[in-house]
């Protein structure tokens, strides 16, 4: 006889699979079938999400920190940044991700902001918060930020015209945007009909989706960094004569050079870190 056991993704100081069943269940009880399929992603296979308690007794220290990922990704392409903040006090129950999208079934081309991935991102947000009980760090990597900025600020979906409902602002505590497209790519610079570089719901410069999000300034969080690369070769430096990536209006931001996208995104795991806990680049002198 045969038992077959689900294949997991063992990591170092975790285990990345699906939620934890305490997770599933307040989802299940709380939202539905529907929101916790949708959130869960195992339709992707068993590394499409992690998070949550292990059971009521857990006790968490830190504040929740949702990981978004890129385009064409899934949400264990950052399981480094996880396992960073892990081997740094953070517990499973205090570090969430899903995957939005298809995981790289449809070419990176092809790929637009659709109010779909805006409204998964959003449930997760409010499902976190609700379940923490308190106040959720954002960390958005790549096209992930336009689209959890979106999110958070909620009104109208550009593409379908469904209501998200007011901006979640007063949940969010520090929103981090990393690598983040979020006034577009310098590789959108002909826009086209279709796909990532549309003018509707894609990364040309003056694209609606990206004219909502960047009309309103300071809702996407109490505190609002970005860290962005001059050698950024996947959304660049500057499009339609300003910067790309540093969100306007925003808290600070820590500007590099000489690193690539994923050296970004990868290499700055410490400065992102010092972000969310202490709201500035660096740790405070007598907590060194």
């Known amino acids: 006889m045969y038992v077959f056991l689900p294949i997991i993704f063992i990591l170092p100081f975790g285990i990345f699979a699906e939620f934890t069943p305490h997770f599933r269940k307040f989802l299940h009880d709380s939202y539905g079938l529907a929101i916790t399929d949708q959130l869960e992603r195992t339709d992707l296979g068993l590394d499409a999400s992690f998070g949550g308690k292990n059971s009521d007794s857990e006790v968490t220290r830190n504040q929740a920190v949702i990981l978004v990922h890129g385009i064409t990704n899934k949400i264990t392409r950052f399981a480094g940044a ?29 790929v637009d902001m659709k109010c779909s991935y805006v409204k998964q991102l959003r449930a997760m947000i409010i499902a976190v918060r609700q379940y923490t009980g308190t106040q959720v760090d954002v960390i958005a990597y790549s096209m992930g930020a336009p689209l959890a900025r979106k999110a958070i600020l909620g009104g109208q979906c550009v593409d379908t015209r469904e209501i998200l409902g007011p901006p979640l602002t007063e949940l969010i505590d520090t929103f981090l945007s990393v690598a983040g497209a979020n006034y577009g790519s310098a590789l959108c610079i002909v826009p086209v009909p279709v796909g990532t570089c549309n003018r509707r719901t894609g990364l040309h410069c003056d694209s609606s989706f990206l004219q909502d999000i960047n009309n309103q300034q300071k809702y996407e969080g109490s505190n609002v960094f970005s860290i962005f690369s001059t050698a950024d070769e996947k959304i660049g430096f500057r499009s339609c004569g300003r910067p790309i990536s540093p969100i306007r209006g925003g808290t600070g931001y820590v500007k590099k050079d000489g690193l690539n996208h994923d050296q970004l995104m990868d290499s700055t795991l410490p400065l992102q870190r010092n972000f969310i806990t202490w709201h500035s680049p660096r740790i405070p002198k007598h907590f060194v």
């Open 82 to 110: 996880a396992n960073y903040l892990k081997s740094k006090g953070y517990q499973n129950s205090e570090v969430y991700g899903t995957t939005w999208g298809d995981a790289g079934r449809t070419p990176v081309g092809l």
